[in-house]
């Protein structure tokens, strides 16, 4: 506040915690002026004349209103083209309404959820890997490039089934087999210890160089055999794969 002298750094901003139990009482004493205490009863009243979540939500979204930032602008008075804020929603929405606000993105209706609301609204497990399975994908490569929509005959990924089901679904996931249901395709495989001294014979040092040979860029290195699979982290995640170094023999 501009003609106001700074506040000395012995005066504490939050007064009323840093003197809770040392004489505070309320505003009007600290400020020496009038200062209108409601008692619990106006205060419960007050709440009552909020909307419900659902229909707070619904007149969020109508206003505009596309972050949190411009809510609270909009809270000051400082967006006057919105007009005056409606006085049956709360200023702050996430702290009112609690468990019940899954994030601005929500709330304004942008869509743009945290990354712990939006496993609020992802399938179960079992459901989400069922719909895995109906794709007919056969490995993890398939699956990020499904994701990312470059197999359109596929269909697009629904909003409710994870990018990155390895993550979300930690506690009950098996492997990308048991995700995308190609367990019985993988049995020819060869064994992990003997694939991967075999991989280890054709001199390559990153994850793209092993893409490039499975995909034929490499006409000078020998075929891959059959029994060989291109998504080797899919195949061998749980015998004994420790990542593409340990699999090409890069110290």
């Given at each position: 506040?501009?003609?106001?002298?700074?506040?000395?750094?012995?005066?504490?901003?939050?007064v009323?915690?840093a003197?809770?139990?040392?004489?505070?009482i309320?505003?009007?004493?600290w400020l020496?002026?009038?200062?209108?205490?409601?008692?619990?009863?106006?205060?419960?009243?007050?709440?009552?004349?909020?909307?419900?979540?659902?229909?707070?939500?619904?007149?969020?979204r109508?206003?505009?209103?596309?972050?949190?930032?411009?809510?609270?602008?909009?809270?000051?008075?400082?967006?006057?083209?919105?007009?005056?804020?409606?006085?049956?929603?709360?200023?702050?929405?996430?702290?009112?309404?609690g468990?019940?606000?899954?994030?601005?993105?929500?709330?304004?209706?942008?869509g743009?959820?945290?990354?712990?609301?939006?496993?609020?609204?992802?399938?179960?497990?079992?459901?989400?890997r069922?719909?895995?399975?109906?794709?007919?994908?056969?490995?993890?490569?398939?699956?990020?490039?499904?994701r990312?929509?470059?197999?359109?005959?596929k269909?697009?990924?629904?909003d409710?089934?994870?990018?990155?089901?390895?993550?979300?679904?930690r506690?009950?996931?098996?492997?990308?087999?048991?995700?995308?249901g190609?367990?019985?395709?993988?049995?020819?495989?060869?064994?992990?210890?003997?694939?991967?001294?075999?991989?280890?014979?054709?001199g390559?040092?990153?994850?793209r160089?092993?893409?490039e040979?499975?995909?034929?860029?490499?006409?000078?290195?020998?075929?891959?055999?059959?029994?060989?699979?291109?998504?080797?982290?899919?195949?061998?995640e749980?015998?004994?794969?420790?990542?593409?170094?340990?699999?090409?023999?890069?110290?």
């Amino acid at each position: 506040m501009l003609g106001k002298p700074e506040r000395p750094i012995d005066i504490p901003k939050k007064v009323q915690r840093a003197y809770k139990e040392k004489g505070w009482i309320g505003w009007g004493d600290w400020l020496d002026c009038e200062w209108v205490e409601l008692p619990p009863r106006e205060v419960k009243a007050r709440k009552r004349q909020f909307l419900k979540y659902e229909d707070a939500r619904q007149v969020a979204r109508t206003l505009g209103v596309k972050t949190s930032l411009v809510w609270l602008k909009f809270t000051k008075g400082e967006m006057k083209q919105l007009g005056d804020f409606p006085p049956n929603i709360p200023r702050n929405p996430a702290n009112y309404y609690g468990k019940e606000f899954l994030g601005w993105g929500d709330f304004l209706g942008t869509g743009q959820l945290s990354p712990s609301n939006r496993r609020k609204q992802f399938l179960p497990f079992e459901e989400a890997r069922s719909f895995a399975r109906n794709l007919g994908l056969k490995s993890s490569v398939e699956w990020h490039n499904y994701r990312a929509g470059n197999m359109p005959d596929k269909g697009k990924l629904p909003d409710n089934i994870p990018w990155g089901p390895k993550e979300t679904y930690r506690e009950k996931w098996v492997s990308w087999q048991d995700w995308l249901g190609s367990s019985d395709k993988q049995s020819r495989w060869r064994p992990f210890e003997q694939a991967r001294t075999w991989a280890r014979t054709l001199g390559l040092r990153t994850a793209r160089e092993w893409f490039e040979y499975c995909d034929g860029k490499m006409p000078d290195k020998p075929l891959r055999p059959s029994d060989i699979p291109k998504d080797v982290y899919g195949a061998y995640e749980k015998k004994g794969w420790q990542g593409i170094h340990d699999w090409l023999g890069v110290a």
